[in-house]
Nanobody, 126 residues
Framework: QVQLVESGGGSVQAGGSLTLSCAAS????????MAWFRQAPGKEREGVAS????????NYADSVKGRFTISKGSTKNTVYLQMNSLQPEDTATYYC???????????????????WGQGTQVTVSP
């Protein structure tokens, strides 16, 4: 079955860095886009960064521009999120998402029933 496995979350102090990884498996097509989302306690899920896997177009939320970098791996349907200068407000559960065979991205949104990972916790202390 489809699986998206995230790793790399953890606890850091403000100003620190983490790199999240996401590997998708269980399907044969190459996702046209993959993205990272996050959800903090009591808040709605928000898009953080997306990447169009075919031609590399990238989108970032304003709150992370200049600090986070999304990139695709050399392995099919793999994506990373390098997070620098982390702040307490970045504390959240981070989710990886990949487009389905009919799916597509518009900005930080993925349409047509994307696949989701289980999430990895990122905690940033002051």
């Amino acid at each position: 079955q489809v699986q998206l496995v995230e790793s790399g979350g953890g606890s850091v102090q403000a100003g620190g860095s983490l790199t999240l990884s996401c590997a998708a498996s269980g399907y044969t097509h190459i996702s046209s886009c993959m993205a990272w989302f996050r959800q903090a306690p009591g808040k709605e899920r928000e898009g953080v960064a997306s990447i169009y896997m075919n031609y590399g177009r990238i989108n970032y939320a304003d709150s992370v521009k200049g600090r986070f970098t999304i990139s695709k791996g050399s392995t099919k349907n793999t994506v990373y999120l390098q997070m620098n200068s982390l702040q307490p407000e970045d504390t959240a559960t981070y989710y990886c998402a990949a487009s389905s065979s009919s799916g597509y991205c518009v900005g930080l949104q993925i349409f047509q029933s994307p696949y989701w990972g289980q999430g990895t916790q990122v905690t940033v202390s002051p």
